[in-house]
């Protein structure tokens, strides 16, 4: 997921991806530890 579009007007476009990452690299770690557990 490419979030370089159009960003809304109003907000950075450091901003914007600040928080989008950081959900992003949460969920990463939230599925790679349950493909993990399901490994095992």
Same mark, same amino acid.
């Given at each position: 997921?490419?979030?370089? #579009? *159009? =960003? =809304? =007007? &109003? *907000?950075?476009?450091?901003?914007?991806?600040?928080? /989008?990452? #950081?959900?992003? /690299?949460?969920?990463?770690?939230?599925? &790679?530890?349950?493909? #993990? #557990?399901?490994?095992?």
């Amino acid at each position: 997921m490419t979030t370089t #579009a *159009t =960003p =809304p =007007p &109003g *907000t950075a476009p450091d901003g914007a991806a600040g928080p /989008q990452a #950081a959900a992003m /690299q949460l969920r990463e770690v939230a599925f &790679g530890a349950a493909r #993990a #557990a399901a490994v095992r």
